[in-house]
């Protein structure tokens, strides 16, 4: 099975670099223009299956991918963050500047967010329940940049620290193969016609 992992487009939150974390942020236009691009290269891959994250931004994109019936998964929301929510990241950067770090790496915890072990591991398990079904080869799994991080770190064992953040409408792709223990990262981070390696979280 390939999962074709595709972060939102850009949210209103976004543009103000806050951090969302679970809040139910919706697109902004330039998120919905992103979207639009991406939809194109969904298509050729042709995913007999969609799942997305219940929250409007991921629900939204993965409609206009062209899956408005992708089934919802709340165990793909994003990482809590707790009290960071709605806070401007420049901001948190110069309060806290040790923390935000470490928290980008997975090694702090805001108060009432939640631990990137069982983020990772609440991410990890919804996969490997879509990938235990076996009944398609390409799976469109629409979330956030949080969680495909967590993919990455959870299937390939890629430490926070050593991943930029996933821009906004971009496409990150595994190859899962039956008893192939070790999943094969083919693509990370594609936006067609554009690079962008400054996303916000």
Do not use: K
């Not at 967590?150 to 821009?167: F, K, R, Y």
């Amino acid at each position: 099975m390939r999962l074709l992992l595709v972060r939102h487009g850009q949210s209103v939150w976004n543009a103000d670099r806050r951090l969302q974390g679970q809040a139910d942020i919706a697109l902004s236009e330039a998120g919905r223009a992103q979207a639009r691009a991406l939809a194109p290269v969904i298509a050729a891959f042709a995913p007999e299956r969609a799942v997305s994250s219940d929250l409007a931004r991921a629900r939204e994109t993965a409609a206009l991918l062209g899956h408005p019936r992708a089934v919802l998964l709340p165990e793909l929301r994003e990482h809590s963050v707790g009290l960071w929510e709605g806070r401007a990241i420049p901001s948190i950067m110069a309060e806290t500047p040790g923390d935000y770090a470490l928290w980008r790496g997975g090694r702090f915890t805001p108060e009432g967010g939640e631990p990137w072990e069982s983020f990772t591991a609440r991410v990890t398990s919804a996969l490997r329940a879509e990938h235990a079904r076996g009944d398609c080869r390409n799976l469109l799994v629409v979330c956030h940049g949080g969680v495909i991080r967590a993919v990455l770190h959870g299937l390939l064992g890629l430490a926070p620290t050593s991943l930029i953040p996933v821009a906004p409408a971009s496409l990150t792709t595994l190859m899962l193969r039956a008893g192939d223990p070790s999943p094969r990262l083919e693509l990370l981070n594609y936006r067609p016609g554009e690079i962008d390696l400054d996303a916000p979280d």
